[in-house]
């Protein structure tokens, strides 16, 4: 993931759906090899961490770091690394080596004597329409000069590119409707087909017979209306058709972003009229002076608006009311 700190809208559904345990299994099930998967107990499995920290520090919201026993009768554990990309990015296997590193680094300072380190699997999930393109193994990123390549790490990451698989095969994957949903709006990125209307009632009629449905109801439905601009969204009318459960919830959500349509509308009026006001007395305002008043409330776009006929400069107006003249 490289969209920004969790605030897109693909960061936070795939954030939402993968700390549900059920929704994690069901994946890494499909992606691992068999032989893999059937060495691990998936019951067992546990959040590990859901915050891993950027080399500067900066957190990124997306990746989630699983703990799973092995079956080898030890105490021995593996570590799967879930990373979510909805662009391609050429650098992954370096970016995955970087966090595999600090994942390390922790338990070795957490664990003084440690002689053995446990293994971490990498995934990665993406959806990006115009697909894959980066290398998969780390040692492709590194220039090959003949002799040296035995001091290169080596290992690879597995890639989960939903834009090629089908909705078909991605229900195969899981009966579960929540993973359904899920992957499904992730590939399609919001904007379901009419064709698969009738996939996404289904699932959404199964959704309701999980105690948990209400919320990843309005997890999959809030990234649908944020990617898709049509006044009812295919997935919106599924949901409509599923069940009378749904409908209620989907009329309750359309009243709410009704309502926080018409705030948004006024509230950039008002800061339209306002940096015409201020454009009129105090000449072009720059873009720092702009985005200021784009992202203000309604109660300081009022406050500013008051003061526009006696602040003598755009530092008056802006000032704290203790220290306004």
């Given at each position: 993931?490289?969209?920004?700190?969790?605030?897109?809208?693909?960061?936070?559904?795939?954030?939402?759906?993968?700390?549900?345990?059920?929704?994690?299994?069901?994946?890494?099930?499909?992606?691992?090899?068999?032989e893999v998967s059937a060495q691990l107990?998936?019951?067992?499995?546990?959040?590990?961490?859901?915050?891993?920290?950027?080399?500067?520090?900066?957190?990124?919201?997306?990746?989630?770091?699983?703990?799973?026993?092995?079956?080898?009768?030890?105490?021995?554990?593996?570590?799967?690394?879930?990373?979510?990309?909805?662009?391609?990015?050429?650098?992954?296997?370096?970016?995955?080596?970087?966090?595999?590193?600090?994942?390390?680094?922790?338990?070795?300072?957490?664990?003084?004597?440690?002689?053995?380190?446990?293994?971490?699997?990498?995934?990665?999930?993406?959806?990006?329409?115009?697909?894959?393109?980066?290398?998969?193994r780390f040692q492709d990123l590194v220039?090959?000069?003949?002799?040296?390549?035995?001091?290169?790490?080596?290992?690879?990451?597995?890639?989960?590119?939903?834009?090629?698989?089908?909705?078909?095969?991605?229900?195969?994957?899981?009966?579960?409707?929540?993973?359904?949903?899920?992957?499904?709006?992730?590939?399609?990125?919001?904007?379901?087909?009419?064709?698969?209307?009738?996939?996404?009632?289904?699932?959404?009629?199964?959704?309701?017979?999980?105690?948990?449905?209400?919320?990843?109801?309005?997890?999959?439905?809030?990234?649908?209306?944020?990617?898709?601009?049509?006044?009812?969204?295919?997935?919106?009318?599924?949901?409509?058709?599923?069940?009378?459960?749904?409908?209620?919830?989907?009329?309750?959500?359309?009243?709410?972003?009704?309502?926080?349509?018409?705030?948004?509308?006024?509230?950039?009026?008002?800061?339209?009229?306002?940096?015409?006001?201020?454009?009129?007395?105090?000449?072009?305002?720059?873009?720092?002076?702009?985005?200021?008043?784009?992202?203000?409330?309604?109660?300081?776009?009022?406050?500013?608006?008051?003061?526009?006929?006696?602040?003598?400069?755009?530092?008056?107006?802006?000032?704290?009311?203790?220290?306004?003249?």
């Amino acid at each position: 993931m490289a969209d920004g700190q969790g605030s897109n809208p693909h960061d936070r559904l795939f954030r939402f759906a993968f700390q549900d345990l059920d929704i994690a299994r069901d994946e890494i099930r499909a992606v691992l090899p068999p032989e893999v998967s059937a060495q691990l107990r998936l019951d067992e499995l546990s959040i590990e961490q859901e915050h891993l920290p950027e080399p500067d520090l900066s957190e990124r919201f997306c990746d989630v770091l699983y703990r799973v026993p092995t079956l080898d009768g030890t105490d021995r554990f593996v570590w799967l690394l879930l990373e979510h990309q909805s662009t391609d990015h050429p650098l992954m296997a370096f970016r995955l080596l970087e966090y595999m590193v600090r994942i390390w680094g922790r338990l070795v300072r957490s664990s003084p004597g440690l002689r053995e380190l446990p293994a971490i699997i990498p995934v990665v999930l993406t959806h990006d329409p115009r697909g894959w393109s980066a290398p998969t193994r780390f040692q492709d990123l590194v220039s090959s000069t003949l002799g040296v390549e035995v001091y290169v790490p080596s290992f690879e990451y597995r890639l989960d590119d939903l834009t090629r698989a089908t909705p078909a095969s991605v229900a195969q994957r899981s009966d579960r409707a929540a993973f359904r949903l899920v992957l499904w709006a992730l590939q399609c990125r919001g904007r379901v087909s009419p064709a698969e209307a009738d996939a996404w009632r289904e699932a959404f009629r199964l959704l309701v017979r999980d105690e948990r449905w209400r919320d990843m109801a309005e997890a999959v439905l809030t990234y649908v209306v944020r990617l898709d601009d049509a006044d009812e969204p295919v997935a919106f009318q599924a949901a409509r058709a599923a069940s009378s459960e749904l409908e209620t919830v989907v009329t309750s959500y359309a009243e709410r972003l009704e309502a926080k349509g018409r705030l948004e509308g006024r509230l950039e009026g008002e800061a339209e009229v306002l940096r015409r006001q201020l454009q009129l007395k105090f000449g072009e305002l720059d873009a720092e002076t702009v985005a200021r008043i784009e992202t203000a409330d309604s109660e300081q776009l009022l406050q500013w608006a008051e003061r526009v006929l006696s602040a003598e400069t755009l530092d008056d107006l802006f000032a704290e009311p203790s220290s306004a003249r």
